[in-house]
């Protein structure tokens, strides 16, 4: 039965005069469900219920997952890299013969199919290992966070009584770092005749250096693992295969490490836009059919590959083109949610990036950014005089200290070891010297709108269409002026 009540609602409570007198209800609480047994709290589930059940009917995805960056895929799904699984397969054989596999050194820019490919084949030797009665186990590790050696060492010992179920047998910390190497030893002889362990990100695995000359944890590590497997300290074969994107990674291995280590390489180079678009191609059924504008594919491949190949990339676009299609309620995946999704992900890439700039770094770079984008003229290339000359009118309306064009060059040269520009010098014509300009490697006006968030430049907002008009009269003044 419903209660008879009137209601006032003011902004902050809400008063029920039911009929044994007022009850008054801060307004937040109610909506989070103080009214648990009234019908409205049934018709308020329901309505959540609906919209929720509304959103995945009309989500424009079949089977999401097919996206997801740490689903692993079946094989069918896997494009190309053919080399690459015939170099692993080689390797990996003799695992079945009860022999020892050699230590892999697999590298290539990030996204080209390191994790995936090693996995893959670690997975199908697993499979054919336990059919014949051999223990042959995987043991992964990413380096990316780990801060030392011991960490490392703690970790392996982790991942291995994991995947064994048993316990790890020794604490993370208050014990040396040669007792928990003997008890990942230990576990590995109990459980397994064959190993491989997978160090993923290995470069990454610097350490506590005091000195840079100190042996960097991963080589240490590399050397430990590769001589207790020759010295029999380990009763089964252990092999490590080490992910790597820096093709240098060999010379900064100590001697002995490099020496003992000593690895198959198997290289992964970028991947082409036609490669990508194959890719994609493979979980296009991760949507539902014909939600695909015809475009969407090599669109997201064009942009991955624009970014070295990277696959995971490519993946992350064609996921997040659907995402915004959903966000906005629209059945098909148009090119524009592509788009939208590429501005997201350079909006990210600018913002991680910028954290470490300053304050005058990030408006030498904000005046250069807005250069191209209030251009009238079609310009590619941001002249540095040009830009400096906005830096300068931006500091005068933000009354801000002014710095000298030399502290803007170097500023700018810092964006570019950041990667937000390259740098070029052209000359002028005879006589005129030689003068600096700079190109954006994202898109400027991401760059633009991003800094200007970030540093709070809102005030300057209603002087957009001066700082337009002096950004273009500077761009006539150094293209036609003497
Ligand atoms: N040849 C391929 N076929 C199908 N999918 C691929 C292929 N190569 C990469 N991918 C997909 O791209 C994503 C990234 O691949 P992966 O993690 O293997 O790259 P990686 O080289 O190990 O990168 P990182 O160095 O950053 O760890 C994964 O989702 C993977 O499934």
Redesign the pocket.
């Known amino acids: 039965m419903k209660t008879a009540y009137t209601l006032l609602i003011t902004q902050e409570f809400v008063v029920f005069n039911l009929a044994h007198g007022p009850h008054i209800y801060l307004w937040k609480e109610l909506h989070v469900g103080n009214m648990s047994d009234g019908d409205e709290q049934q018709s308020l589930s329901q309505s959540i219920k609906g919209r929720l059940q509304e959103g995945v009917q009309n989500s424009v995805f079949k089977d999401k997952g097919l996206l997801d960056?740490d689903?692993v895929?079946d094989e069918d799904?896997?494009?190309?890299?053919d080399q690459q699984l015939d170099d692993i397969i080689t390797y990996l054989r003799p695992a079945l013969q009860g022999n020892r596999p050699p230590n892999m050194l697999l590298y290539?820019?990030?996204?080209?199919?390191?994790?995936?490919?090693i996995n893959a084949v670690c997975q199908q030797v697993q499979e054919l290992a336990n059919a014949q009665g051999d223990r042959f186990g995987v043991i992964r590790v990413n380096c990316q966070t780990i801060k030392s050696h011991d960490r490392a060492v703690y970790r392996l010992v982790e991942s291995a009584a994991i995947g064994v179920g048993v316990d790890p047998g020794v604490p993370e910390s208050g014990v040396s770092t040669d007792q928990k190497l003997n008890r990942f030893y230990e576990i590995l002889s109990e459980n397994f005749d064959s190993v491989i362990i997978i160090l993923?990100?290995v470069d990454l695995l610097v350490g506590r250096q005091r000195d840079p000359n100190d042996e960097p944890a991963y080589s240490k590590l590399l050397y430990q693992l590769s001589r207790a497997s020759q010295l029999g300290r380990i009763e089964g074969d252990v092999s490590v295969a080490a992910?790597t994107?820096d093709p240098r990674f060999m010379e900064n291995l100590d001697g002995r490490a490099e020496s003992s280590f000593n690895p198959q390489d198997i290289v992964?180079p970028d991947?082409d836009a036609n490669?990508l678009q194959a890719?994609l191609g493979?979980r296009r059924d991760a949507y539902r059919d014909d939600v695909l504008e015809d475009g969407i594919i090599p669109l997201s491949s064009a942009y991955a590959a624009q970014d070295h190949g990277d696959?995971?990339k490519a993946?992350d676009l064609f996921r997040k083109a659907g995402e915004i299609a959903d966000r906005q309620g629209e059945d098909r995946v148009r090119e524009e949610h592509v788009r939208g999704a590429q501005k997201e992900a350079e909006r990210d890439r600018t913002l991680t990036q910028m954290q470490g700039l300053s304050t005058q770094k990030k408006l030498s770079l904000y005046a250069t950014a807005i250069v191209p984008v209030y251009s009238q003229r079609n310009l590619n290339a941001v002249p540095s005089t040009v830009a400096y000359r906005v830096y300068q009118y931006i500091t005068d309306i933000l009354d801000t200290d002014e710095k000298s064009r030399d502290s803007y060059l170097r500023y700018m040269s810092e964006a570019e070891t950041y990667n937000f520009v390259t740098s070029d010098k052209r000359g002028r014509g005879y006589g005129s010297g030689v003068h600096k300009e700079y190109t954006f490697v994202d898109d400027p006006e991401v760059v633009a709108e991003t800094l200007q968030s970030d540093i709070r430049l809102e005030e300057i907002e209603n002087d957009e269409d001066l700082i337009r008009s002096v950004v273009n009269a500077q761009i006539d003044d150094f293209f036609d002026g003497k």
């Open positions: 960056p689903t895929i799904r896997i494009v190309g890299r290539g820019p990030s996204g080209t199919g390191k994790s995936l490919i993923d990100e992910l994107n992964f991947y490669q890719i493979r696959a995971r993946i």
